[in-house]
Antibody, heavy 117, light 108 residues
């Protein structure tokens, strides 16, 4: 059974940092692109970042490029999102997702990130 | 950047109705289009991928069609479990994915 379990969310101050983690199981993690998708309160889904199976290519939505870094450790079956210079607009539930061919066939339960002073 | 629009933004329907949601892309996405269902407080669920392929385990009342820049999701006979928000997503390139703004299907 495929499972994706996020952790690391919480309250951060404006300008602060958080590191999200996503632990994967039930599939060959190193074979798949992985992504982060977020959802602000009462809003729609927003793709945040993608990372290639070997970690060599990474892509970001414009609003986070230069502030967020996606990474992975295939030996630990884990995906990460380092978030720096957080702002109120980054408040959201963050989901990690497994990309089949770009469509997301499995999602984690999400982790809440709140940016507030 | 590829922009996605959906219509309508809200749809009121009854159990048994046939429901159609439209998604439009700002440029050709080569049929790399997926549909998701999301219920409050839950992660999205993949329904349709590559425009018209039904994800394993999804009821056959869900179907997708379209090409180029215009796509539709149809629910042939709406069931009580189908009241939710539906999103389309383009994945023409790994360098940029985009979701539509969503369509909420509620009870008439």
């Amino acid at each position: 059974e495929v499972q994706l379990v996020e952790s690391g969310g919480g309250l951060a101050q404006p300008g602060g940092s958080l590191r999200l983690s996503c632990e994967a199981s039930g599939f060959t993690f190193s074979d798949y692109w992985m992504s982060w998708v977020r959802q602000a309160p009462g809003k729609g889904l927003e793709w945040v970042a993608n990372i290639k199976p070997d970690g060599s290519d990474k892509f970001y939505v414009d609003s986070v490029r230069g502030r967020f870094t996606i990474s992975r450790d295939n030996a630990k079956n884990s995906l990460y999102l380092q978030m720096n210079y957080l702002g109120a607009d980054d408040t959201a539930v963050y989901f990690c997702a497994k990309a089949k061919l770009g469509d997301f066939d499995y999602w984690g339960q999400g982790t809440q990130v709140t940016v507030s002073s | 950047d590829i922009q996605m629009t959906q219509s309508p933004s809200t749809l009121s329907a009854s159990v048994g109705d046939r429901v159609t949601i439209t998604c439009r892309a700002s440029q050709n996405i080569n049929n790399w289009l997926a549909w998701y269902q999301q219920k409050p407080g839950r992660a999205p669920k993949l329904l349709i991928y590559k425009t018209s392929s039904l994800q394993s385990g999804v009821p056959s009342r869900f179907s997708g069609s379209g090409s180029g820049t215009e796509f539709t999701l149809t629910i042939s006979c709406l069931q009580p479990d189908d009241f939710a928000t539906y999103y389309c997503q383009q994945y023409n390139s790994y360098s940029l994915f985009t979701f539509g703004p969503g369509t909420k299907v509620d009870i008439k």
